[in-house]
């Protein structure tokens, strides 16, 4: 897992944080391999791969112990000056992509671990920023697959199943359910063209212009099934407020 890698490593670790909740032998292995991880994500330099890292640490940290703490210290200090440098108009750390919940939510996750006041407005702030445009009146309405800058007009097209499920996933972790199940609608027609994404055959690619996009692959899939699987279980991982304390004054955090 090299330090320089996008956002794959990070969602590994991620995976990896949730297999070490499985019994027996899977469990195990995935602690052993989160184990020898650690070191290697203070390195991450994308914004997505320290997010994702980040929410795995914060996942494994009962069970990592201090060198699970330390890396998600690093990581979530860092994440807070990305955050920390915005301007007041575009509240957020990089252009808008994909999965542009995540950064929020991690940051707001290591505020509460951490209970660092400045990471938990500016998490805030940024939601807000990312509600205006993201919801139009009563529908969750995805920024399209494609970059946006400060300044820029919202790309519509093409809407993406990991953007409802990215929201879905934040909207929870900030106790906003209402918003959480809008975003979890869109795939079944609450979006701007009406158009259900899921059928018999399981959920479909995205949102184009012309209607959706039938092609079924494996992120529309899981999109669908882990926005559900949240919405009824709670957010994976979850962060209980005040969790890391104990350990985190001994770091000097």
């Excluded at 203070?42 to 940290?61: E, I, N, P, W």
């Excluded at 959480?180 to 959920?203: I, K, T």
């Excluded at 699987?229 to 350990?247: C, I, N, Y």
Aim: glycine share 10%; charged share 25%; net charge positive.
């Amino acid at each position: 897992m090299k330090g320089k890698r996008k956002d794959p490593s990070g969602r590994a670790l991620l995976a990896l944080s949730a297999a070490a909740h499985l019994p027996e032998e899977l469990g195990e292995a995935a602690r052993h391999a989160l184990r020898l991880s650690v070191e290697r994500v203070v390195g991450f330099t994308s914004l997505r791969g320290r997010v994702y890292a980040l929410l795995g640490l914060l996942a494994g940290a009962a069970e990592g112990g201090k060198d699970f703490l330390e890396a998600a210290h690093h990581l979530g200090r860092g994440l807070l000056a990305a955050f920390r440098e915005t301007d007041p108009d575009w509240p957020f750390p990089d252009a808008l992509t994909y999965a542009n919940h995540r950064p929020v939510e991690a940051l707001y996750a290591y505020a509460l671990a951490f209970r660092d006041r400045e990471a938990l407005r500016l998490a805030r702030r940024a939601l807000a920023f990312l509600d205006s445009l993201y919801f139009l009146g009563g529908l969750f309405d995805p920024v399209g697959n494609r970059f946006m800058h400060k300044g820029e007009a919202k790309p519509l097209f093409d809407q993406q199943p990991l953007e409802a499920k990215a929201a879905a996933s934040c909207y929870l972790r900030f106790g906003e359910r209402e918003k959480a199940e809008f975003a979890f609608l869109w795939f079944h027609g609450r979006n701007r063209l009406s158009a259900p994404l899921v059928d018999p055959l399981g959920p479909m690619d995205g949102l184009t212009p012309h209607g959706p996009n039938r092609n079924r692959g494996a992120e529309a899939l899981l999109s669908y099934l882990l926005a559900w699987q949240d919405l009824v279980q709670g957010v994976f991982p979850r962060v209980e407020e005040g969790m890391a304390l104990g350990r985190v004054y001994a770091l000097g955090g």
